[in-house]
């Protein structure tokens, strides 16, 4: 066998003498030697490698930038780092020391110490607490601030809040910049004591907010008998920049079939060139006999336990029914407000209280003082009030001594809120000067009239007599004259007063 290889290493050899073939053995002995010698080498770096890797230091990586900016007054959340040791991720045996307080400008350290040997690596990242965003400005009223045509700008007013510097509104700047149309935008200009700028615009137009009119011509009640035609007699309407509309008075509901006794309502509608619409409606009633009009009595300032019971006994020995405008009541008089639902009459919010200076100091303490009854007519008789009739009226001036423009703002509120509220158009002077019953008699026989809703504005506080001996001569004129009681009802056209505060 070793010849064999001889003679075939020997065969590879260019030129053959006895010194070359001994000469070429000896060379193949060295070449064996060097290559135990390269693979020694080769294991030995290995080895070192290893060694070096088992006791070296931990491979870390800082996870994003060495330094990074993070803006005052938000939360700081710090990426960490990886760190790698003895090929094994040890990143959760990092040690993450931060004093990174985001409340307070300035440079901040995270410190992450890494396990080595008994000891630590230390790695660190810069952390810039800057302020780089200027203050907020929330502009009262909205960026876009309607005000109807021909009325004076009043500032709605604005805040100006500043992450680092609080309330700088007093560092506000404002200025005024005409557009078109007589409009302008009002400018907003405040910088933070860093020099961050915020600017915020409102845009004031002028446009018209005001409704146009609607008067019916004829009566707002009309009563058929069985089976005549009813005569659609239309309406005017005029509008305060629009001027006449009576042209673009939709009506709808006129074509009433007069063979079906019961209610019917016509509806007018119209909107003026800014989209305002204005509604007004008719009530015509089929029957066997003709009515002249209907009449709403109506009570204030009540329950009491002396009048309103007298009140109750005579509507319920007449066979009509009144609407009650309560006010806050007792747990005595909680049967009164009881009875009252229970026999068919109708119950709407005066107020929880009838102090004006409490009561009208605020849209708000107006607003709370319907609802706070409104939850306890609620709690008493399961029926929640959408009716109401202010302290005072709508027209009351006196809340002016209380809060200016309370009644707009009011009035406007209780609408959105889905309520109706409704003054009257028959006085019976019976909580002033009125004293008599003759005197209540009167003033509501010649308030009323023919062919509309009649409101009669009586009380039922406690002690008045005047009124609860009228009563049933007021009904006993209303049913001969022809006209029909009805209790109001979110339905019932709302009759209300000009507004004067
Ligand atoms: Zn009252």
Redesign the pocket.
Known sequence: MNNLKEREYTSKIPFEDGHGRSHYSKNYNNDNKKMISVVAIIVAILAIFLIIKLNGAPKVEIIGQSTVEVEFGTEYKDEGVKAKAKFKDISNQVIVESNVDTSKLGTYTVTYKVPHSKSYDTYTRTVVVKDSTGPEITLNGGEEYRLQYGSTYEEPGFEAKDACDGDVKDKVTTSKVDTENGNFDMHYVVEDSRGNKSKKVRHVIFTDLTAPEIKLKGNSYISLITNTKYEEQGATATDNKDGDLTSKIVIEGSNIDTSKDGKYTVTYKVTDSNGNEAKATRTVEVGPTQATGVIYLTF??GPSSNTTPKILDILKSKGVHATF?I?NYNEENEKLVKREIEEGNAIGI?GYS?DYSKLYASVDACYQNITKLQEKIKQTTGKEVKIL?F??GSSNTVSRKYCKGVMTSISQKVLAEGFKYYDWNVASGD?GDVKTKEGVYNNVTKGLKPGRDNIVLM?DFSGNNKTVEALPDIIDYGLKNGYRFDVITTDTEMVTQKIQN
Do not use: E
């Open positions: 204030d300032d405008f006010l005066h009838h009739r302290p005072g909580s009380h």
